[in-house]
């Protein structure tokens, strides 16, 4: 008796991916996010996929020195002009409590290219691991 092997559910593989990413297209539109990446961000899939990124993650209004917002679109633009990895230095970037307010919350970013059969960059994943436990407990020391 032959078995058949049913294709794999890719979205759903991505999506139970026990780390932080999201990915998003050449318009910096969230195409898909891991589970991971909506829990740590305090995100829901409903109100993330298909909005741009940036109105996902605002910067923190009560934070003028905040500059997250800059520093991600300046990322990902890089990955797709250049079509290279891309590893960035520890970043504050508060994130928005469904109360309107917000936690402060520093992140370890890197950006990876994925690439259509013509070499070209059709998304770009982001992950970002939340450094906030470790940055708050070096600065208080």
């Given at each position: 008796?032959?078995?058949?092997?049913?294709?794999?559910?890719?979205?759903?593989l991505f999506?139970?991916?026990?780390?932080?990413?999201?990915?998003?297209?050449?318009?910096?539109?969230?195409?898909?996010?891991?589970?991971?990446?909506?829990?740590?961000?305090?995100?829901?899939?409903?109100?993330?996929?298909?909005?741009?990124?940036?109105?996902?993650?605002?910067?923190?209004?009560?934070?003028?020195?905040?500059?997250?917002?800059?520093?991600?679109?300046?990322?990902?633009?890089?990955?797709?002009?250049?079509?290279?990895?891309?590893?960035?230095?520890?970043?504050?970037?508060?994130?928005?409590?469904?109360?309107?307010?917000?936690?402060?919350?520093?992140?370890?970013?890197?950006?990876?290219?994925?690439?259509?059969?013509?070499?070209?960059?059709?998304?770009?994943?982001?992950?970002?691991?939340?450094?906030?436990?470790?940055?708050?407990?070096?600065r208080n020391?």
């Amino acid at each position: 008796m032959t078995m058949s092997v049913q294709p794999p559910d890719f979205e759903r593989l991505f999506n139970a991916i026990n780390a932080q990413y999201i990915a998003v297209d050449p318009n910096l539109r969230v195409v898909a996010a891991t589970d991971s990446f909506l829990a740590a961000t305090l995100k829901e899939r409903a109100s993330s996929v298909g909005k741009h990124i940036l109105e996902v993650f605002p910067d923190n209004p009560d934070d003028p020195t905040a500059n997250g917002t800059e520093v991600l679109r300046g990322s990902l633009e890089e990955v797709l002009h250049t079509g290279q990895p891309l590893v960035l230095a520890p970043q504050r970037y508060d994130m928005k409590r469904s109360d309107g307010s917000y936690e402060e919350r520093y992140w370890q970013p890197h950006n990876e290219p994925v690439f259509d059969e013509d070499g070209n960059v059709i998304y770009v994943l982001h992950g970002a691991e939340d450094v906030t436990a470790q940055t708050l407990s070096e600065r208080n020391s």
